[in-house]
């Protein structure tokens, strides 16, 4: 099984500033399966990255993904107001499909 | 639109079984996997399985196999997650979600509380 570690637990930052995002596997994801979610308390989790890097649709250009392999990261950009929430990870390359225990990132 | 409604919130005494659905609409259903993952009070996310509606065919994590029985009726286009053996730790929020890129769909949830 693969184990995805996120980090920080948490993030704490002001509006305008830059949030970066980590998680590790323990192995290597196949074919870079890999999404992130966004999830605002009592709502259902949102895909904002597939495929490591791709947008899903909707998603502004200042929320992007990268990494491969084990490293994967998640950068969002000039944050605002409703980018404040719960992230994870996810990788669907070898089942289970596990998630990561997610990054809060909170308002400083 | 695409839309996936489930049942209502449920409780259930340790050791019973628990059945919740999850009925599809604004797509053909059998064109995509179903998956549960659920969500316990104040914790992260845990993916459960998945079932191809198509064939009827499954795939569960090793947590919960044997415990676990994912089903479908494509007549109504519903897919059903069964889990048995109640524990109080299976209190959770349970979705289903159709998760094939680009677009993620997830039902609003239902909440399953386990007590006696």
């Known amino acids: 099984e693969i184990v995805l570690t996120q980090s920080p637990g948490t993030l704490s930052l002001s509006p305008g500033e830059t949030a970066t995002l980590s998680c590790r596997a323990n192995q290597s994801v196949r074919s870079n399966y890999l999404s992130w979610y966004q999830q605002k308390p009592g709502q259902a989790p949102r895909r904002l990255i597939y495929?490591?890097?791709s947008r899903a649709i909707g998603i502004p250009d200042r929320i992007s993904g990268s990494g491969s392999g084990t490293d994967f990261t998640l950068t969002i950009s000039r944050l605002e107001p409703e980018d404040f929430a719960v992230y994870y990870c996810q990788q669907h390359g070898s089942s289970p499909y596990t998630f990561g225990q997610g990054t809060k990132l909170e308002i400083k | 639109q695409v839309r996936l409604v489930q049942s209502g919130a449920d409780v259930e005494k340790p050791g019973a079984s628990v059945k919740v659905s999850c009925k599809a609409s604004?797509?053909?259903?059998?064109?995509?996997?179903m998956h549960w993952v659920r969500q316990a009070p104040g914790q992260g996310l845990e993916w459960m399985g998945w079932i191809n509606p198509k064939s009827g065919g499954t795939n569960y994590a090793q947590k919960f196999q044997g415990r676990v029985t994912m089903t479908r009726d494509t007549s109504i286009s519903t897919a059903y997650m069964e889990l048995s053996r109640l524990k109080s730790d299976d209190t959770a929020v349970y979705y289903c979600?159709?998760?094939?890129?680009?677009?993620?769909?997830w039902g609003q949830g239902t909440l399953v509380t386990v007590s006696s």
């Open positions: 495929d490591g890097y």
């Open positions: 604004g797509y053909t259903f059998t064109d995509y996997h």
């Open positions: 979600a159709r998760l094939a890129v680009p677009l993620d769909y």
